[in-house]
């Protein structure tokens, strides 16, 4: 059987049910899908989903119901490194950057000394009657500048000289701890992380009446280079957009639970500039967190098996849930 959102021979519907959570019962509902779900197949959500209409639409009749809306869903996967392996390369550039700089002032200090000639000897200056001994200026800033440098490149080159505290980079219990349930207030992602997008075709038609869940035909097909373009060359305009961020769980392999929050852009097309609210947390009701339940393509045959199951997961969530 294929997993949610993959498409095989025959498979063309698609079971779904989508409800809110009761407020204050997201971390009993995370704790709950944890349970139940495989712990590996739990991972963080973080979706951009555009909603395209015919850019000449039909007038106000019967005839505009059977329009064509298409869905443009993009994956975001942050490429992050783990940080045994940041902290790593961190401590690499920094001793390479120490090794350099001491070069550079070696080579420049043993050149300014043959420039020079050499160390000139000392001069005596008399005054007085008195015998003043005078070092050399050039000789008094030589030595000085040898005695302030930093150490030849012989020297090996230590952690403290490179200004790196390893503890605090390479220890995990020094880390700073953050919550698995964290309230992402990070509006926007750091900029100098890899992002992977797949983008996605999305074309649903219309729920099937008398169905417990609703079912509908869906075509999904994978879009490579100007996505954009290609809608607008269809004749398509942009009517919506959204981010979805939160959390996948998958179920037995054969549904996906989202559980996840929907934010507006304040930036056209940039999924890295949602609109968070300031006062929201975990458990905020005005904020709401949303659960989707969706199945894997099946093919008419099987639409009420996978309804079943679509019910009996709804039925593990009772509580917590609204649907």
């Excluded at 973080?46 to 994956?75: C, G, S």
């Excluded at 050499?118 to 030595?143: L, Q």
Aim: proline content about 6%; aromatic content about 6%; glycine content about 6%.
């Amino acid at each position: 059987m294929s997993v949610p959102g993959s498409t095989s021979v025959g498979a063309s519907f698609e079971c779904s049910l989508l409800g809110t959570v009761h407020p204050g019962q997201f971390r009993h509902l995370y704790d709950r899908l944890l349970g139940i779900c495989e712990h590996a197949a739990h991972a963080k959500m973080f979706e951009h989903e555009l909603l395209f209409t015919p850019a000449i639409q039909r007038p106000i009749y019967a005839a505009r119901n059977d329009e064509v809306h298409l869905r443009l869903r993009v994956k975001l996967t942050v490429l992050d490194q783990p940080d045994q392996e940041i902290a790593q390369q961190q401590q690499d550039t920094l001793l390479e950057n120490a090794r350099k700089r001491l070069k550079e002032e070696n080579h420049s200090n043993h050149d300014r000394q043959l420039s020079m000639g050499g160390s000139k000897p000392n001069t005596t200056v008399t005054a007085g009657g008195d015998d003043t001994e005078m070092e050399d200026p050039s000789v008094a800033t030589t030595n000085v500048g040898q005695e302030n440098s930093d150490p030849p490149l012989s020297t090996p080159i230590t952690d403290s000289m490179a200004g790196i505290d390893l503890a605090k980079m390479t220890d995990p219990s020094l880390q700073p701890q953050e919550d698995p349930l964290d309230t992402e207030r990070r509006h926007i992602l750091p900029r100098n992380l890899f992002v992977s997008r797949q983008y996605q075709l999305c074309q649903y038609g219309h729920p099937e009446p008398g169905k417990s869940v609703v079912v509908r035909s869906a075509i999904l097909v994978k879009i490579h280079g100007d996505a954009f373009g290609f809608l607008q060359l269809l004749g398509y305009g942009m009517e919506e957009e959204y981010v979805r961020r939160g959390y996948s769980f998958m179920y037995n392999n054969i549904c996906r639970i989202s559980v996840f929050r929907k934010y507006k852009l304040s930036k056209q097309h940039d999924p890295f500039s949602v609109i968070v609210p300031e006062n929201e947390t975990i458990n905020s009701p005005d904020s709401s967190w949303m659960v989707e339940i969706t199945s894997c393509f099946v093919s008419q045959e099987n639409v009420n098996s996978m309804s079943e199951e679509i019910n009996a997961v709804r039925n593990l969530l009772t509580g917590s849930v609204a649907f």
